[in-house]
């Protein structure tokens, strides 16, 4: 009976491959010395990895190519002559030179290697093999160690991936909150203040003023209309989450929770509140898909909807976080959790706040005025719209 063919996910990168090279060739030498050749920038001599195999006395050197998947090439000819050409020079002489590629295996390769392979043989240089990642998945069936390194090592490509943004698309965004710096002033102080401001207004404008000045009309009775309006927290700013599966297999079963930092002081579902005469009925229990756990700093997204398929998206329910009024920037890890997946990052912001001064009156004799935490405070910035 013929054997099924065997087949393993490439490496997502070449340094990750070229770390699997390294495992896999350490094994099939039986070679625990095995080295990668130099780091990144330096001259290497067309070796990316070194040893010497048990019970021989020369080094084997490969040279690894991120191919097909990276860049939808194959190994050229002339690229070949190239990496051949750098090996000469490497010291001590090599006995043989492995091309190492995540192409798929190509006669015309095969062939440009076989010929190169005799005349090194005749001319008493290096031989040269190349090894297509058919054949190195083939090897790393034979070899357990590679085998269990590289299915546990999470480092190959998957048909699963997932992007965690805020509601723009974005992973990083400057927010502009609003508050409000509240200064006490004596009234003795405020008062002398508000004389010093009117002597710089010009007399016009000051007269203008006294013209639109209204009266309150102190003798009216009747019941006062307090109008429907909303109050808008803008010390709060959205961090919505969108979650996107941009992978081709189905997120099933999946959770994502952020760890609040410190610097993010207050999380809420909204950051308005209506005032007036509204009546409120008939409002029955919403479920809701995204938990606040206060207590440990934590918000949980776990949709009723349990799979998540490619290129679909979830938007949370509403996220208002208040960060500290302070130019900073703050990093908000996740971590995503499924059936079959699993992944981890950081959503970063980028607090830029507008404070506003008020100046308040009080009297001369206030204790507020001895407390330095009460004369001088950060405190939310409200707006308040009139509802139509």
Partial sequence: ?????????????????????????????NCPEIMRNGRSGQDQAGIDIYGVPR????????????????????LTEKEIHREIEKAKKFEPNLKKMYFATTAVRDAGVQT??????????????????????????DLIFENKSTYDYYLNSNTFKTNQSVKVSFMNGETEMTVIPKFVHKILIAA????????QAKKMIPDWIGKMADKHWITPQIFDTSFPHIPNRTEFNRSFIDGTILVTNDGSEPLEHWKLVLSLPEQ???????????KGGYLIS????????????????????????????????????????????????????????????KHQGVLILHVEPDIDISRVKVDDNSPLLLDESKRSTIEDYIEKIDDE
């Fill in 188 to 195: 003795t102080k405020y008062d002398e203040l508000e004389r």
């Fill in 264 to 274: 993010i002081k207050e999380i809420s579902r909204k950051n308005y509140e209506k």
């Fill in 112 to 137: 440009i290697i076989r010929k190169i392979n005799v005349q090194h043989i005749k001319e008493g240089l290096f031989e040269v093999n190349v090894y297509a990642w058919e054949d190195i998945v």
């Fill in 282 to 341: 008939g409002i029955g229990k919403i479920p809701f898909d995204t938990y606040f756990d206060t207590d440990n700093h934590l918000i949980e997204i776990e949709p009723r909807k349990k799979i998540l398929v490619g290129d679909d998206s979830f938007s949370s329910d509403p996220i208002y976080m208040k960060p500290l009024p302070k130019n900073i920037t703050i990093k908000i890890p996740w971590k995503l959790v499924s059936k079959n997946f």
């Fill in 55 to 74: 019970d021989e006395t020369s080094y084997y050197g490969i040279q690894c190519k991120g191919k097909d998947e990276y860049t939808g090439k194959q």
């Fill in 1 to 29: 009976m013929m054997k099924a063919s065997q087949s393993l996910p490439r490496p997502e990168n070449w340094q990750d491959f070229e770390k699997l090279c390294k495992k896999l060739w350490g094994e099939v030498w």
